[in-house]
């Protein structure tokens, strides 16, 4: 994988110095692309996840693309920040199902599927537009945080763990809402305990921990989308600079 990096970021280079003269500007796709693999270069996810991913975006997931694509024009998401969403939430099998009962691509609950009037969670369209849905209505409900950086990341976890125990949580942390960081909340999910709020540990690994990984994988693996689909676009660009 790392491999990969270094040789995307040598095409990025050799397009942009065929490209563009000293005077010009760099074409911003390079430069945005050129951004994403550098800061994959430092992603904390483990060699088996990164090629794991490697292997299902190429035997798996260009079946289910026009989906998300989809879904990015319903609810202005990146498409490759919802399938990172999913490949985190099932690994984009839409069969898919947990031990707490939640099934399909994006991990739907049967109450929150019944609100989205979703019937039949296992199908693909089913569950990409409304898990794509059900994290818009989140996020637009979302007052509170430093950052647009934190509001993700809030909205993530509350995609994760259900409004009324993120809600808790928050409510125990004495910062105002408004300068509310993720680091804030990482400190009191870690923290956090009570049957009802379903945070017992299970093997050692605490509801609030999964909740946290569940955000920060996420957004490692919307890195790696943003790597991969900038694919197309440097391909398009090497054909046109001939090289």
Not at 197 to 205: A, M, S
Request: with cysteine; glycine share 4%; aromatic share 10%.
């Amino acid at each position: 994988m790392s491999n990969f990096f270094q040789h995307f970021l040598i095409i990025l280079i050799i397009i942009s110095s065929a490209g563009c003269s000293k005077a010009e500007k760099v074409n911003p796709i390079i430069s945005q692309c050129a951004e994403y693999t550098l800061a994959a270069e430092t992603l904390t996810l483990n060699n088996f996840d990164k090629n794991k991913f490697a292997d299902l975006l190429d035997s798996r997931f260009y079946k289910f693309k026009d989906l998300f694509l989809e879904a990015e024009e319903l609810t202005n998401f990146d498409w490759e920040f919802l399938a990172a969403i999913s490949f985190q939430e099932s690994q984009w099998d839409p069969r898919a199902k947990s031990n707490m009962g939640v099934r399909g691509m994006m991990m739907l609950t049967q109450q929150t599927a019944k609100s989205l009037g979703i019937n039949n969670r296992i199908d693909p369209r089913n569950s990409i537009i409304g898990g794509s849905r059900h994290l818009a209505d989140i996020s637009a409900s979302i007052n509170y945080g430093l950052t647009e950086s934190d509001r993700i990341n809030f909205a993530l976890a509350t995609y994760n763990l259900g409004a009324t125990n993120i809600n808790n949580a928050i409510a125990q942390i004495d910062i105002e809402p408004q300068s509310l960081t993720w680091d804030d909340l990482k400190k009191e999910l870690l923290v956090l305990d009570g049957d009802e709020l379903y945070f017992k540990p299970q093997n050692g690994y605490s509801r609030g921990q999964q909740t946290i990984d569940f955000v920060e994988r996420t957004r490692e693996y919307a890195l790696l989308m943003r790597v991969y689909s900038c694919k197309d676009s440097i391909n398009q660009l090497t054909a046109a600079s001939g090289i």
